[in-house]
């Protein structure tokens, strides 16, 4: 029996379909969203959301907040609760992936989108939850199990230290060596859970009905841990009511989302005006003997950069891996296999062989040639969402980019055996094709 094609959607799209929805969008955009609607329907096929479409998507600031809600609303809809897992996983799912079905001598993982998917049923997008499942536990933790909120009963310790005499410092210092009571924890929890849980609220969009399990969570973090992972998980699922959460502010969750991806498109722009420096001297240089020298070392500055970037991310990939496995387990997910920490070593090759490592040779290999043609490094603006966009492309049948992306991913998508498509209109009539072929499975 064939799976559903799985789509993927420039975010661009998602916007065209938001303004179909406003009431401002054209009628070519308005007909492939009707299309692409009865498709999902018809179960023949997915279009799963990633984190990235959420950033992007989300409001520059209040006065934009209307048509954000409107492409969060748009990407839900036709998501249907199937998201892929944060960017920052794809890693190491590549590498549970290669090491349960490669040999080793491969240099790209099979093809196959029902094992290790990247994908969630149940909208899980956001990128490191176990992380902010822990920053959550250590707020709780600070307010309720340190021994001065314990003997004070002050969960805020607003200058509850500073007002201790001698004898009671000494005797704080004495009851800080004993278990917390769990009587005086539940009482010290409930005497300001309502406002607590409030201010929770107001930057993790959590749902008034989950309370009680974060009550629980707070007075026993260990034996609720699931109870509150999925209660978070299922706050960023909902689209429709995260865009206000998604307006850039001081404690905003988007400030840290967005603050990041602007910061690391600008080191790519940044490399970008590097690199056409260094295709200025190059074409100013008239010794031919001299030219051929420094066009090795251009080439050899450029491989030693490629080495550098594989060694940054293999340590990331041994650095997310726990992430990984706890956001499996806390999922009730599983993988083939669990396997172990890889070494250093092993680490490095997997690297070498991810999706991530495949998109960025792709980009390098149009974008990072020093002796190659000059592009203008505006346009380098929005590679890097791009090349994050692109980790996706070999969990996806059908992936569909505006542009410039579209050049520097054909080898990639060739290799991941990935239907690439360069313009909206014709994605319907690919679908369409694809369909009869029936040959996904």
């Known amino acids: 029996m064939n799976r559903p094609l799985i789509v993927y959607l420039d975010s661009s799209d998602y916007s065209r379909f938001a303004d179909v929805q406003r009431g401002s969008g054209t009628n070519e955009s308005e007909k492939t969203l009707q299309s692409l609607s009865k498709l999902v329907q018809n179960g023949d096929i997915q279009i799963p959301f990633s984190g990235l479409h959420v950033m992007e998507a989300a409001a520059r600031d209040v006065n934009a907040l209307d048509a954000a809600t409107a492409r969060l ?3 839900g809809t036709l998501a249907q609760g199937n998201a892929f897992r944060g960017w920052t996983e794809l890693p190491s799912i590549d590498y549970f992936f290669i090491s349960n079905c490669n040999d080793g001598t491969k240099t790209i993982r099979p093809v196959d989108r029902d094992m290790h998917n990247g994908r969630s049923t149940d909208g899980e997008w956001f990128p490191g939850l176990p992380t902010l499942m822990s920053e959550i536990g250590e707020i709780f933790e600070a307010a309720y199990r340190n021994p001065v ?35 005086a924890l539940r009482q010290m929890v409930d005497s300001d859970w309502a406002s607590r849980y409030s201010a929770l609220r107001a930057n993790i969009p959590l749902s008034l009905d989950d309370s009680e399990i974060w009550r629980k969570f707070a007075i026993a973090p260990t034996h609720n841990l699931v109870h509150a992972f999925r209660s978070c998980r299922r706050g960023f699922a909902d689209l429709s009511s995260l865009a206000t959460y998604l307006v850039p502010g001081e404690e905003s969750i988007n400030q840290r989302l967005t603050g990041w991806l602007r ?6 722009v940044n490399l970008a005006a590097q690199m056409n420096d260094l295709r200025a001297r190059w074409k100013n240089i008239t010794d031919d003997s001299f030219r051929i020298e420094q066009k090795r070392r251009v080439l050899q500055d450029a491989k030693e950069f490629h080495k550098k970037w594989l060694e940054r991310e ?32 092993v680490a490095s090759k997997l690297a070498s062989i991810s999706n991530r490592a495949l998109v960025i040779r792709s980009y390098r290999e149009v974008v990072g040639n020093p002796l190659g043609a000059q592009r203008a490094t505006a346009k380098h603006a929005s590679d890097f969402g791009d090349i994050l966009h692109a980790q996706y492309l070999p969990y996806c049948d059908i992936y569909r980019c505006d ?34 072929g029936a040959s996904h499975r």
């Open 73 to 75: 609303n748009v990407i």
């Open 149 to 183: 909120a314990t003997f004070t009963g002050d969960p805020d310790n607003k200058a509850a230290l500073e007002n201790l005499n001698r004898d009671q410092r000494r005797k704080l210092k004495k009851q800080s060596r004993k278990p917390i009571d769990p009587l």
């Open 263 to 268: 910061d690391s498109a600008a080191s790519i």
């Open 314 to 345: 293999h340590i990331d990939l041994l650095k997310e891996l726990p992430n990984v496995y706890e956001s499996f387990r806390l999922s009730g997910d599983t993988l083939i296999q669990m396997p172990e920490r890889p070494s250093p070593s």
């Open 403 to 436: 542009g410039f992306a579209s050049t520097y991913l054909k080898k990639s998508a060739d290799e991941a055996k990935t239907g690439l498509i360069a313009s909206l209109p014709h994605l319907v009539s690919t679908i369409e094709v694809s369909l009869r």
